[in-house]
């Protein structure tokens, strides 16, 4: 029974040691399992907290990184806001699921071949949680 048992986990671990989507969602996003779901490559974060702390709390995130907040705009669900640093432009949905629910999606640019900086895009994320005490 034990030869079973370890032949299982070996050949699961060799099975697997491929699937990235898998280790990330083992090991965690940036140290945050919370951060794992993504829209078309983009973080995306629901917290416990009405629309207006986290867009404060984003606001937060954005200048204690370094990034200047060039336009905050409502939209038909929530707000959009923009920024920029040199070589990157940053953009955060937050969407009003509930009075007390809101979705928060960021998309990190920079100028270049890749443009799609994903790292970023989390940190944002893991720093407005930060504010938000979550």
Known sequence: ??????????AATVLLSGCETLSLTALGIGGSAAVNQK??????RTFTAPLHKVKLASVWALKRMGFRTDRMQKTDGGELIQGTAEGHEIEVELESITP???RMKV???????????????????LQTEKRLGV
């Open 1 to 10: 029974m034990r030869l079973i048992v370890t032949c299982t986990v070996i």
């Open 107 to 125: 998309v990190a640019r920079r100028t270049g071949i890749l443009n799609y900086d994903g790292s970023t895009a989390v940190e944002i994320i």
């Open 100 to 102: 007390s629910a809101t």
């Open 39 to 44: 829209v078309n490559g983009s973080p995306i």
